[in-house]
């Protein structure tokens, strides 16, 4: 069962342009949103989070968009730079779990 | 200030033998967490200990795999056994002691193929 649903698997976007990374998720008791930044041959990195009583956070270049009636939370990139390359994944924890269910990873390529 | 260490950070098994992955966290954090990434897949959850304390093995198979993190020493993960199926990156992570702040922290993985 997979509990927090990511698309797109693979994504290409121009450099300068606009990366968007979508996760869906079923249980409404999850209560923190991260996303988490991998290159190849590292371990993941958290790059940015949100909890559900704001819609939206920014930090730079990087925004999650949350949609809590629909269950949804977004990462969108702007000015996208060969630099941010990466695997990206989202993830999501409620309370008293202390452990986070990841999402099955977006492979971005920003062309330059 | 190091970060979470893992070894071997690649390992070749052959089929049957047994693996040993190992993990230090980071100064400070007493939880430790180890998670699965299969080629083209997301990271799965396997294990959640505290020293000397597995707290949520939910994630981890029912037979061959055993996790530790005894009171000295690093957090222990291991497969005994090996198959072909095993062949994956095992992430560590570890969080600060005082409570769940939503964030880990991962090493940089050990990497097994068994052939």
């Known amino acids: 069962q997979q509990q927090v649903k990511q698309s797109p698997q693979s994504l290409i976007v121009q450099k300068g342009g606009i990366s968007i990374i979508n996760c869906a998720y079923e249980n409404t008791a999850f209560d923190y949103f991260p996303w988490y930044q991998q290159f190849p041959g590292k371990g993941p990195a958290l790059l940015i989070a949100i909890r559900p009583d704001v819609s939206e956070k920014k930090e730079g270049r990087f ?43 977006t492979r971005l390529t920003i062309n330059p | 200030n190091a970060g979470v260490m893992q070894n071997p950070r690649h390992l070749v098994r052959r089929r049957g033998q047994e693996a040993r992955l190992r993990c230090s966290p980071m100064k400070g954090h007493s939880h430790v967490y180890w998670y699965r990434q299969l080629p083209e897949e997301g990271l799965k959850f396997m294990v959640y200990l505290q020293k000397e304390n ?30 072909r199926g095993d062949s994956a990156a095992y992430f560590c992570a570890s969080s600060p002691r005082q409570g769940w702040t939503g964030e880990l922290f991962f090493g940089e993985g050990s990497r097994l193929t068994v052939l």
């Not at chain 1, 695997?87 to 779990?97: D, I, N, V």
């Not at chain 2, 957090?75 to 056994?81: M, V």
Request: charged share 20%; hydrophobic share 35%.
């Open chain 1, 63 to 105: 925004t999650i968009s949350f949609n809590k009636s629909a269950k949804q939370f977004s990462l969108h990139i702007m000015d996208s730079q060969p630099g941010d390359s990466a695997t990206y994944f989202c993830a999501a924890s409620k309370q008293g779990a202390q452990k986070l269910v990841f999402g099955q990873g």
């Open chain 2, 54 to 83: 597995i707290i949520d093995e939910s994630g981890m198979p029912k037979e061959r795999f055993s996790a530790e993190f005894p009171k000295e020493g690093p957090s222990i993960l291991r497969i005994q056994q090996v198959v």
